[in-house]
């Protein structure tokens, strides 16, 4: 697959001049464009979805800017999947004297809960104990989406290959939108208008095909 600029031009018939290589646009829109785009179709998708290229951590700290998966916890030699607690389970879990609670002797039945400090910053806490914990998530930071894509403009961190059409279709997408409404702002004719607005129409339902097509795929490869 081309590398995102290439692919983006193409289909908004820009002149590849105009771009810089993989994701330099000529302005800071086009980068703003394709990071919200891989976190629009990120949060459209399945999580078993993004589950096949996620990466993981064993830290549970500083993950305000990630969207959690899941979380295993190592029993022995098998990675067994946490449940997550709400604040009232996560209490009870902890309670001793509480039907629900979580001991040692239940590492069968892992969970997971947030907790958030006095600062906003969120931790996970993982129940009988944070031994052996993965988390397992996608970054929405749009640095660190810029980062990963501008490495390889062919990859994009954290999006399943089969999804990466939709995010290039978004990314047109998005950009349309800038442009119609800098041509309404500027009283463009409405010839022009209703070129950019039959594009983004178009647009979409190739969007919304390759979306649906993804999750159909990625459901179908986790049967």
Do not use: W
């Not at 946490?82 to 509480?98: G, I, M, V």
């Not at 806490?125 to 970054?139: M, Q």
């Not at 390889?152 to 290039?168: C, K, L, M, R, W």
């Amino acid at each position: 697959m081309a590398d995102v600029a290439t692919n983006v031009n193409e289909l908004l018939n820009v002149a590849q001049g105009s771009a810089a290589n993989s994701l330099e646009y000529s302005s800071d829109f086009g980068n703003k464009s394709f990071s919200s785009a891989c976190n629009e179709v990120a949060a459209a998708l399945p999580i078993e979805a993004l589950l096949v290229v996620a990466p993981h951590t064993a830290t549970r700290t500083g993950i305000n800017q990630k969207r959690i998966l899941q979380v295993k916890r190592l029993n022995g030699s098998i990675d067994v999947v946490c449940r997550e607690l709400d604040a009232t389970e996560a209490h009870k879990a902890q309670d001793s004297n509480s039907l629900y609670h979580i001991s040692t002797n239940e590492a069968n039945y892992p969970a997971y809960y947030l907790v958030n400090n006095e600062s906003g910053a969120s931790t996970i806490e993982v129940l009988p104990n944070n031994t052996g914990a993965s988390i397992f998530y996608y970054d929405n930071d749009i640095t660190r989406v810029l980062s990963d894509a501008a490495t390889d403009g062919t990859h994009f961190g954290g999006i399943p290959e089969n999804a990466y059409q939709a995010v290039i279709y978004k990314t047109c997408i998005n950009i349309l939108v800038k442009l119609i409404s800098d041509a309404i702002q500027d009283d463009e004719d409405s010839e022009m208008l209703q070129m950019l607005n039959n594009q983004a129409q178009l647009l979409q339902g190739l969007y919304a095909s390759a979306l649906n097509a993804a999750g159909a795929n990625m459901a179908q490869e986790g049967a």
